[in-house]
Structure formats: structure tokens, C-alpha cells
Nanobody, 124 residues
Framework: QVQLVESGGGLVQAGGSLRLSCAVS????????MGWFRQPPGKEREFVAA????????YYADYVKGRFTISREIAKNTVYLQMNSLKPEDTAVYYC?????????????????WGQGTQVTVSS
């Protein structure tokens, strides 16, 4: 059984930083395309970032490029999302996803497994 557990969310002031973690069990992050998505209040879930396993590549949405960094730690089977220079519009529930299909890696339908999400709130 594949399980993804996100952590690290919280309340932060604009300009601050947070690091989200996604602990994975039942699937190795070294052999899975992993993604982060977010769902702002009243909006649909949207792509944030992804990391592929072979070759190792990263992808970002334009609205987070240069501020967010996705990475993985194979020994801990964990994927991270480092978020810097946070803005109020980054407020959302952030979800981790696993087993993404490379062709649809920026879409919600491209992933087989999802975590429960972690709330990130950025105050102005």
C-alpha cells in the first residue's frame, strides 16, 4: 500500500520561508516521478513542481519558478518543497503526489497516489 504523508505547513508572513516534506511508504522515490500541487481557497488544484526519476529532472510552474525548489532524499524516501519569498497568493493546501506519468506530469490526472495535504497560509 502506497502512503504519502505531508508535513511542514503552517502560518508564515509574506517574504518568509517554509519547507514541506512528503514521507513516502510503499513506493521508492528513486523510481517514481513525484509532484507537488496546491489548491488555493475556492480554486481548483494546480501544479507546483515535479521531479522525475530517470533522468532526474525538475519542473516548475511559472508562478513559483525561482522561489520554490523540489528535491528528494532517497535514504529517507522523502520529497521536499522548499518555499522561499512566500506571497499571500501562495496560500493553499499543498499536496504531494506519486507515480506521475511523464507525459502528464503537470496534471492532477497524471498521478496515481496522493497525500492528504498540508495547509500553508501566508499573511500580508
Amino acid at each position: 500500500q502506497v502512503q504519502l504523508v505531508e508535513s511542514g505547513g503552517g502560518l508564515v508572513q509574506a517574504g518568509g520561508s517554509l519547507r514541506l516534506s512528503c514521507a513516502v511508504s510503499g513506493r521508492s522515490v528513486s523510481r517514481s516521478n513525484m509532484g507537488w500541487f496546491r489548491q488555493p481557497p475556492g480554486k481548483e488544484r494546480e501544479f507546483v513542481a515535479a521531479i522525475t526519476w530517470s533522468p532526474v529532472s525538475t519542473y516548475y510552474a511559472d508562478y513559483v519558478k525561482g522561489r520554490f525548489t523540489i528535491s528528494r532524499e532517497i535514504a529517507k524516501n522523502t520529497v521536499y518543497l522548499q518555499m522561499n519569498s512566500l506571497k499571500p497568493e501562495d496560500t493553499a493546501v499543498y499536496y504531494c503526489a506519486a507515480d506521475g506519468h511523464l507525459r502528464w506530469i503537470k496534471t492532477t490526472t497524471g498521478y496515481a497516489y496522493w497525500g492528504q495535504g498540508t495547509q500553508v497560509t501566508v499573511s500580508s
